[in-house]
């Protein structure tokens, strides 16, 4: 398996820089998913490693190899696209094997590679039908299986689960997540989609305005974002930001009529611009506590798995908070916030955290 | 003048032997933020064309502030509408674009300018005015269509799924726009959508739109803990809720995870128990079943997590910080259980909510 090394990689469209300077690695045998808002320059990048594109500068490595000026189907790179890509008129079973024809495969091999990933995207049972018949998110998997199942080092996903139905999606991404857990190729998943990214990703590497501006796990990346674009994008809702003026800073400390505790944040504290933090990351009580900031319920809202999502408002700052149904149900008028230090980021004038 | 906005009484419409819209009715009140919601094939585009007027009606009544327009004509209904998909005027900038349905009332300038401002303000678009359609990013564009049916005043908005395929933070921030202009423009929204996240977000009184028929009319949050039929629980609520087809037997009921006292006064042979995610609990106990996990969908704050039980799909939520809960879904196979009190009891046949879940057996 390769992994994938772009080098000061920049493609120009005229004016327009879609892709900036990125320098990055993605490492061999593992999901990265490129994440970001449309015009980000994530479909750009991925279409240069695709060899679809070719960079303005910089050099795009295969483990060692210079690809730059290699063309796509040489590349050794299989490619999904956000419409199922399926040969008409014929079964599954053909669908999948087709490319593995022009191989020098024995019939055996063919069979059995067909079989292994119809089983794992749950194919099996309409192997002989009619792809026809068949509904989008299956042809889908039909596409997604003929790339694996040839075998190429590199897979790479644009958008595939974008264009399917609510209800085929979530099975799509059940498959997908299967697949990906195991498949040894290096995977390449481009997205707009949060929850999409979180889920399959084993990194995300989060981009904006042509450039790669943070890449972490999952996991990291939601808790720990090293910028206010981090923040916001991920997550529904975005991080909440508490602008300058609600900010107080004195030596080391810094505190803010949001939170009753005085943080230390030793050298760092002259930086502090901003802090976010997140809808659950406000503890909200009905009742007055000690150091709770009171603050008025505006709006109220339901979210996933029925916990409520608060509208608050402290004075002239709009923030929301999530909370159990049970007191959300009950919030109304005035409640009484409190903050974790754990659960502020601070971020300075530029927007990154410090 | 009437409290309501709009009154739909009865509405009939079929097409041939296809009976569409099935003596509907709902009530949306002045300035309330009304949302629709239905699965897709449920009526819901004709439902919209019928109240602007672009289809005619079998029966029923059309009420606008007090009067029936059921036999006005589109442009006699003073209902303003956002459509789906939209087509801006591409050689008119974003400001003659939004201002046009006044030019056609013939509103005087300083009307023109002053609404057109307002809804700019309200939907962040001021500063594109002077633009161009094709200058403009997709979310712009949808920004523009909606302040263009919200810039004449009328006495009702129908808004028809405005948002959809918009990417996911493009409608989070118009979801808060959408919402603030309905409370400060003090206007009448009837709102259709298909998501049941985005009626969640949006709604303070929600319709439940099912086999051409208003199922359910109530506040968002009673809807919610009091569905009035699976079609309800099905149409709100994400991820959303289990439904377990079940036998009721001496006020208990059977399921593939365990036997739940009932409470009802209804006796039909089968039912079926419709369980909200968070009313699945994972962990070991007497009443608990073994689960194969198919998939860890990451929201974020939280995971949504499916299961498989004897070709049941299952679906709960757990939070980012319940590690316990994680350390434990590290395997591939998890216990669950069912909360009782989440238990909502519906009659299999009628579909109608018939009692609730009291305890484990």
Known sequence: ?354 | MSQFALEVKGLTKSFGDKVVLDNLSFTANVNDFSVICGKPGNGKSVLVRTIMGLETIDSGQLIVRGKDVANASPGDRNIGYVPQSFALYPHYSVQENIEYPLVLAKAADNVRKESVERVAELLRIKDLLGKKPEQLSGGQKQRVAIARGLAKATDVYVLDDPLVGLDFKLRERLIDDLRKTQEELKVSFVYMTSDPLEALSLAKTVMILAEGQIVQQDLLDVVYDKPSSIASMNSIGFPEANILTAELDAGTIKTILGSIKVKTDKNPQKVVAGIRPEGLVIGKNANSVNAKVSLMENLGSEFAVYFNVNNTNLVTVVSRTDTEALSKLQAKTVDISIKPEAVVLFDAQTGNRIGEGVSHV
């Not at chain 1, 303005?56 to 050794?76: K, L, Q, Y």
């Not at chain 1, 022009?102 to 002989?128: F, G, H, M, W, Y």
């Not at chain 1, 085929?168 to 997908?176: D, I, N």
């Open chain 1, 1 to 354: 398996m390769y992994d994938i090394r772009l080098t000061g990689v920049t493609k120009r469209f005229e004016a327009f820089t879609a892709v900036n300077d990125i320098n990055f690695t993605i490492p061999k045998s593992s999901v990265t998913v490129l994440l970001g808002p449309s015009g980000c320059g994530k479909t750009t990048l991925m279409r240069m490693i695709a060899g679809l594109e070719s960079p303005t500068e910089g050099r795009i490595f295969f483990d060692d190899h210079d690809v730059t000026d290699v063309p796509t189907r040489r590349r050794n790179i299989g490619m999904v696209f956000q419409y199922p890509v399926i040969y008409r008129g014929t079964s599954v079973r053909r669908n999948l094997e087709l490319p593995l024809l022009s191989e020098k495969l024995s019939k055996a091999e063919i069979e059995k590679r067909v079989d292994e990933v119809a089983e794992i995207l749950d194919l099996t049972s309409v192997l002989k039908r009619q792809v026809e018949e068949l509904d989008n998110g299956t042809r889908q998997k039909i596409a997604v299986g003929r790339e694996v199942a040839r075998q190429p080092k590199i897979i790479l996903f644009d958008e595939p689960i974008t264009n399917i139905d609510l209800t085929s999606k979530l099975e799509l991404k059940r498959s997908m997540k299967e697949l990906f857990g195991r498949l040894q190729q290096t995977i390449v998943y481009v997205t707009h989609d949060q929850t999409e990214a979180m889920t399959l990703a084993d990194q995300i590497a989060l981009m904006q305005d042509g450039v790669i501006t943070q890449s972490d796990s999952p996991k990291e990346i939601y808790e720990k974002p090293t910028s206010q674009f981090a923040g916001w994008f991920l997550g529904n809702p975005g991080m909440n930001f508490v602008p300058p003026e609600f900010i107080s800073v004195s030596g080391n400390k810094v505190s803010s009529p949001l939170f009753s505790q005085v943080i230390d944040m030793g050298t760092r504290a002259k930086d502090a611009d901003t802090y976010g933090v997140r809808a659950e990351g406000i503890q909200v009580s009905l009742t007055e506590t000690k150091g709770g900031v009171p603050a008025k319920v505006t709006r109220k809202s339901i979210g996933a798995g029925g916990q409520y999502l608060l509208d608050l408002a402290f004075g002239s700052l709009l923030a929301k908070a999530r909370v159990s149904h049970e007191i959300g149900k009950a919030a109304s008028g005035m409640v009484y916030t409190t903050i974790a230090s754990e659960n502020i980021t601070f971020f300075d004038k530029s927007g990154t955290a410090i």
